[in-house]
Nanobody
Framework: QLQLVESGGGLVQPGGSLRLSCAAS????????IGWFRQAPGKEREGVSC????????YYLDSVKGRFTISRDIAKKTVYLQMNSLKPEDTVVYYC????????????????WGQGTQVTVSS
């Protein structure tokens, strides 16, 4: 089973950028779709972006399209989420998660999760 560790969160001003990393161990990324989710206190986890295993197809939540970009480095077993033009409403904990092959917007369909990284957008 894949183990995941997120990094790259922090405090940034509105309009700023952060790059989150999701480092995988235990297996190759070739068989896994990696999704980024976020969760505000008291709310369900929300799918932000995903990259599929086979062809690297990418998917984005409407509210982050044009601002966030997901990518991966298979050799480094790392998936990135480049976040630009950050807004205060992007302030939450971000998680990466893995499931076999295909992306899904349903967090319950992912069976490996990282511990999360806090992103705070504030002036």
């Amino acid at each position: 089973q894949l183990q995941l560790v997120e990094s790259g969160g922090g405090l940034v001003q509105p309009g700023g950028s952060l790059r989150l990393s999701c480092a995988a161990s235990g297996s190759t990324l070739n068989y896994y779709a990696i999704g980024w989710f976020r969760q505000a206190p008291g709310k369900e986890r929300e799918g932000v972006s995903c990259i599929s295993s086979r062809d690297g197809s990418t998917y984005y939540l409407d509210s982050v399209k044009g601002r966030f970009t997901i990518s991966r480095d298979i050799a480094k077993k790392t998936v990135y989420l480049q976040m630009n033009s950050l807004k205060p409403e992007d302030t939450v904990v971000y998680y990466c998660a893995a499931r076999f092959y295909h992306c899904s917007g349903n967090s319950r369909e992912y069976n490996s999760w990282g511990q999360g990284t806090q992103v705070t957008v504030s002036s």
